[in-house]
């Protein structure tokens, strides 16, 4: 055995990846300097820190797409995150670029997700000034609330890392995590609702049967995955081959229609947006009862109630609403 310092692990880095990956060694750096690890590249180390982070670990009690689901085997947003972070590896490995920030990307893009999915996200945002996101409240996370002082690229992928965010992603690596993402939930968003009954297979769109295989799994996301490298390895930039990339777009529409946004589950969305609405409210007219560690001091009463509410687990928002407005037979109890 020896020990692999820093220095030859960025070097490595120049040798061994594409011309067009983020190279270490040329990170645009930390808000605040640092003296360098010893072993760790910037970006390992980065990885690292989101790992060990709070809000990382909060996410394995976060919906995806079905509210505290009965079964063992449905997806949460811990269990996405991973599964966006091995597509996204897996990408990176085979285009020649750095794992490392891409892995860090993605084990960072979804710490900033409210409870109850993107419900949450419509929840907030009538107490914001245009949309409230889930990927700039992962920025937030990173730099005030649970200050990391992680590397410019790594937060620019996070900030990026939804499709509809503009400027887009400055490195290679960001968007891979935007297609590790697609891949992600897609399938097994998919996986889930079938499981659910929600939909039937004869319901998935012919196209995406065609071309992804006939069983939601592992089928799917290598083919997608070969259709990113493939399409990239020919354009030189990121991108998805095309007949592939329509596919995915098909796919996605009909479980926007079906799944995501179906008719039977509005009781349950407007349940989750009053819920939060109310603890945001709440929290705002009393915030010396919000936990210190989201009492910014620059932060108005409102912003702490938001950071605050939007953090929570959902089954921790749950309780915290019962606590506050269930009806008790015995109020002095």
């Not at 919906?63 to 009965?70: D, G, I, R, S």
């Amino acid at each position: 055995m020896y020990k692999r310092l820093r220095a030859e692990r960025e070097a490595e880095e120049f040798s061994r990846l594409s011309p067009a990956a983020t190279k270490a060694a040329d990170s645009r750096g930390r808000a605040i300097d640092e003296k360098p690890d010893t072993y760790r590249t910037a970006f390992q180390r980065d990885r690292d820190r989101i790992m060990h982070s709070k809000a990382f670990r909060r996410l394995k009690h976060k919906t995806q797409v079905f509210m505290n689901p009965e079964g063992d085997h449905f997806v949460t947003r811990l269990t996405h995150t991973l599964q966006v972070t091995q597509a996204g590896r897996s990408m990176a490995a085979a285009l020649g670029l750095n794992e490392d920030l891409t892995e860090a990307i993605c084990l960072g893009h979804d710490v900033g997700h409210s409870p109850f999915g993107h419900t949450g996200e419509d929840a907030l945002t009538p107490y914001v000034e245009g949309t409230w996101l889930h990927s700039e409240q992962s920025v937030r996370i990173m730099t005030v609330l649970e200050p990391l002082n992680l590397t410019w690229e790594v937060l620019d992928g996070i900030r990026a890392h939804s499709w509809k965010i503009d400027p887009p992603p400055a490195t290679q690596e960001g968007y891979l995590c935007r297609y590790a993402d697609r891949i992600a939930y897609l399938t097994h968003d998919v996986q889930d609702a079938l499981r659910e009954g929600v939909i039937r297979f004869e319901d998935l769109p012919s196209k995406g049967i065609t071309t992804f295989g006939d069983e939601p799994g592992s089928a799917w996301i290598r083919t997608m995955i070969e259709a990113v490298v493939d399409g990239s390895n020919e354009a030189g930039r990121v991108t998805m081959r095309a007949d592939v990339l329509e596919a995915m777009h098909e796919l996605r529409d009909f479980m926007f229609d079906r799944v995501y946004l179906r008719h039977d589950t509005n009781g349950q969305r407007e349940r989750a947006v009053r819920i939060i609405s109310q603890l945001v409210d709440y929290y705002g007219r009393h915030p010396d009862e919000i936990p210190a560690t989201y009492q910014v001091d620059d932060a108005s009463d409102l912003t702490k109630a938001i950071d605050y509410v939007s953090g929570m687990t959902d089954r921790y928002a749950l309780r915290e609403h019962d606590r506050l407005f269930k009806p008790r037979l015995f109020p002095d109890d």
